[in-house]
C-alpha cells in the first residue's frame, strides 16, 4: 500500500508542472492541426483534451500525450470530409482507448 501510495502522490509538484506545461504546448498544436483537419479550432481543442483525459484514465505512457493532435489531424481531415463532424467524437474516444 505505501509503494502504490508512493508512486501516484510522491512527486506532486513535478506532475501538476508536467501537466500545465503539456496543457500549455497542446494548445496551439490542437488548434493548428484542428486547421488542418478542417474543423473550427475549439473542436480540436476539445477532442485533444477529451483524447488526453482518456489516455490518462487507462493508463498511458509519458510519451503518449506529445504529438496527438498531429496524429488525430490525419486521420480526422478525410474522416470528416467523408462522413462528417458527427464521427470525430467516436474517433478520438476510440484513439484515447487503444
Known amino acids: ?3 502504490i501510495k508512493q508512486e501516484w502522490f510522491g512527486n506532486i509538484k513535478g506532475d501538476l508542472l508536467a501537466g ?3 496543457c500549455m504546448a497542446l494548445i496551439p498544436e490542437a488548434i493548428g492541426f484542428s486547421i488542418v483537419a478542417g474543423v ?3 473542436v480540436g481543442v476539445y477532442a485533444s483534451f477529451c483524447m488526453s483525459l482518456i489516455i490518462s484514465i487507462f493508463g498511458g505512457r509519458t510519451g ?3 504529438a496527438a493532435a498531429g496524429a488525430m ?3 480526422l481531415a478525410s474522416l470528416v470530409k467523408e462522413h462528417g463532424i458527427e464521427y ?3 474517433a478520438t474516444i476510440l484513439t484515447g482507448v487503444f
Request: charged fraction near 15%; hydrophobic fraction near 70%; glycine fraction near 0%.
Open 20 to 22: 500545465i506545461v503539456v
Open 73 to 75: 489531424a490525419l486521420v
Open 1 to 3: 500500500m505505501k509503494e
Open 88 to 90: 470525430m467524437l467516436l
Open 40 to 42: 473550427d479550432p475549439m
Open 64 to 66: 503518449m500525450i506529445s
